[in-house]
């Protein structure tokens, strides 16, 4: 199928397998939703992971059986599209970015995937690479034509600003980290990662590992924006922290926002997002030590749910958000999909954006990303062209940072 052309974005789906390393027996099937400026020129990506799974297709698992049994290549990630639950593509229009949506089975085996509630660096290293591949190979799943690969290259630079929701959002710190780290990690922690994709058929045809790409080629992180981050300690899989340890000393803008009323974020999530108090470690204070010179930064939403980003409903997502489920915030109306904080987002998105020269990643200082036009857009009880409020953080702010060791307070 080709693009779909509207107004001046195109829409394409672009699909492939991937091993992580060539070593691996296990192969991965991704899909992408991408959106991209019609001249074929963006200035930057943003690659967004999604929070929940494969999508809602209830039969996925038989549906994937049967494919396999009958070789039957359309294959049930056709039906699952990502970006239906997170379009905020209106941000990316004034500074003509890109934006992607990655969705994958994880680790596919040959009939029956393995699914992932979080803890699973593998996924972040999936976004990484599919960011790589639209940087290299465009908005086409056939890399192998590069006549072909070159009519749909659509980036002027390989910078990338990796963002993700719930489960999501901790697999985007993952990739945010960049692919030396990712490299250098996974080596430590049994989950290499150098990865080559396939194009899975009959005579499969098969890329180079990412190594070889060359630096050009591959992702290069700019940014991070986490919405409602939820990690899992898991046995198998060991979470992020070794990613967040990683990025506390990554000089680039990195921004959390959290939900009030968020309790798969807040309580639920192995470590929390944040905390009031100092002394339980954090996704957020193991990305941001006392003293340290972290990029990173928080925001509290009031009245903020775990599923109000969301641009449409979905059930697995509202469960979280359930009386059953969470007790935080009792009688509240806490904010739900297509709602007032699902636009608060499209803003955070098109002003963190803002930020960044065409075709460059920041070029300020710590001190410049703190005091940078979305920060002080952000560092407001009620942030303009918004209809939310944020919550006051005990030092007065609405946009919460750690204190360099030489700092005052």
Same mark, same amino acid.
């Given at each position: 199928?080709?693009?779909?052309?509207?107004?001046?974005?195109?829409?394409?789906?672009? #699909?492939?397998?991937?091993?992580?390393?060539?070593?691996?027996?296990?192969?991965?099937?991704?899909?992408?939703?991408?959106?991209?400026?019609?001249?074929?020129?963006?200035?930057?990506?943003?690659?967004?992971?999604?929070?929940?799974?494969?999508?809602?297709?209830?039969?996925?698992?038989?549906?994937?059986?049967?494919?396999?049994?009958?070789?039957?290549?359309?294959?049930?990630?056709?039906?699952?599209?990502?970006?239906?639950?997170?379009?905020?593509?209106?941000?990316?229009?004034?500074?003509?970015?890109?934006?992607?949506?990655?969705?994958?089975?994880?680790?596919?085996?040959?009939?029956?995937?393995?699914?992932?509630?979080?803890?699973?660096?593998?996924?972040?290293?999936?976004?990484?690479?599919?960011?790589?591949?639209?940087?290299?190979?465009?908005?086409?799943?056939?890399?192998?034509?590069?006549?072909?690969?070159?009519?749909?290259?659509?980036?002027?630079?390989?910078?990338?600003?990796?963002?993700?929701?719930?489960?999501?959002?901790?697999?985007?710190?993952?990739?945010?980290?960049?692919?030396?780290?990712?490299?250098?990690?996974?080596?430590?922690?049994?989950?290499?990662?150098?990865?080559?994709?396939?194009?899975?058929?009959?005579?499969?045809?098969?890329?180079?590992?990412?190594?070889?790409?060359?630096?050009?080629?591959?992702?290069?992180?700019?940014?991070?924006?986490?919405?409602?981050?939820?990690?899992?300690?898991?046995?198998?899989?060991?979470?992020?922290?070794?990613?967040?340890?990683?990025?506390?000393?990554?000089?680039?803008?990195?921004?959390?926002?959290?939900?009030?009323?968020?309790?798969?974020?807040?309580?639920?999530?192995?470590?929390?997002?944040?905390?009031?108090?100092?002394?339980?470690?954090?996704?957020?204070?193991?990305?941001?030590?006392?003293?340290?010179?972290?990029?990173?930064?928080?925001?509290?939403?009031?009245?903020?749910?775990?599923?109000?980003?969301?641009?449409?409903?979905?059930?697995?997502?509202?469960?979280?958000?359930?009386?059953?489920?969470?007790?935080?915030?009792?009688?509240?109306?806490?904010?739900?999909?297509?709602?007032?904080?699902?636009?608060?987002?499209?803003?955070?998105?098109?002003?963190?954006?803002?930020? #960044?020269?065409?075709?460059?990643?920041?070029?300020?200082?710590?001190?410049?990303?703190?005091?940078?036009?979305?920060?002080?857009?952000?560092?407001?009880?009620?942030?303009?062209?918004?209809?939310?409020?944020?919550?006051?953080?005990?030092?007065?702010?609405?946009?919460?940072?750690?204190?360099?060791?030489?700092?005052?307070?």
């Amino acid at each position: 199928m080709e693009n779909i052309i509207i107004n001046d974005y195109c829409f394409k789906r672009v #699909y492939f397998w991937m091993q992580y390393t060539p070593e691996d027996l296990n192969f991965t099937e991704i899909a992408i939703d991408v959106y991209y400026p019609k001249d074929r020129k963006a200035n930057g990506l943003v690659m967004f992971n999604h929070g929940f799974l494969i999508g809602t297709d209830l039969l996925y698992l038989p549906k994937r059986l049967l494919a396999g049994i009958f070789n039957n290549e359309q294959a049930p990630l056709f039906d699952n599209y990502p970006s239906y639950y997170y379009n905020y593509t209106s941000a990316i229009v004034e500074k003509n970015w890109a934006m992607a949506f990655v969705t994958s089975t994880h680790e596919q085996t040959e009939f029956t995937p393995t699914t992932d509630f979080g803890g699973n660096p593998r996924v972040g290293q999936e976004a990484y690479m599919a960011a790589s591949y639209l940087i290299r190979f465009g908005a086409t799943s056939t890399f192998y034509n590069a006549s072909h690969s070159k009519l749909f290259q659509f980036m002027n630079s390989n910078n990338v600003i990796f963002a993700g929701h719930s489960v999501g959002g901790a697999h985007a710190q993952v990739a945010a980290t960049g692919f030396d780290n990712l490299n250098a990690i996974g080596a430590t922690t049994n989950k290499k990662f150098d990865p080559i994709v396939y194009d899975r058929i009959i005579f499969p045809r098969v890329t180079e590992k990412l190594s070889t790409w060359g630096a050009d080629s591959r992702a290069n992180p700019v940014g991070l924006v986490q919405l409602s981050p939820v990690d899992m300690k898991n046995p198998l899989f060991g979470g992020m922290e070794l990613y967040r340890q990683k990025l506390a000393k990554i000089p680039i803008p990195n921004l959390m926002i959290i939900g009030q009323c968020d309790c798969a974020c807040l309580d639920t999530s192995q470590p929390p997002a944040w905390a009031s108090d100092s002394a339980v470690s954090t996704e957020f204070s193991q990305m941001a030590p006392a003293g340290s010179d972290s990029w990173a930064a928080v925001a509290n939403v009031e009245k903020g749910s775990h599923c109000g980003y969301l641009t449409e409903p979905n059930l697995l997502c509202s469960t979280a958000d359930s009386a059953s489920q969470c007790k935080r915030c009792p009688n509240t109306d806490k904010y739900q999909p297509q709602g007032m904080e699902t636009d608060f987002t499209t803003e955070i998105f098109k002003h963190f954006i803002s930020i #960044y020269p065409a075709n460059s990643g920041f070029r300020g200082t710590r001190k410049e990303w703190l005091e940078s036009s979305c920060l002080k857009w952000l560092n407001n009880q009620k942030p303009a062209d918004t209809s939310i409020n944020l919550v006051q953080f005990n030092g007065g702010e609405y946009v919460h940072h750690v204190k360099q060791a030489t700092e005052t307070c």
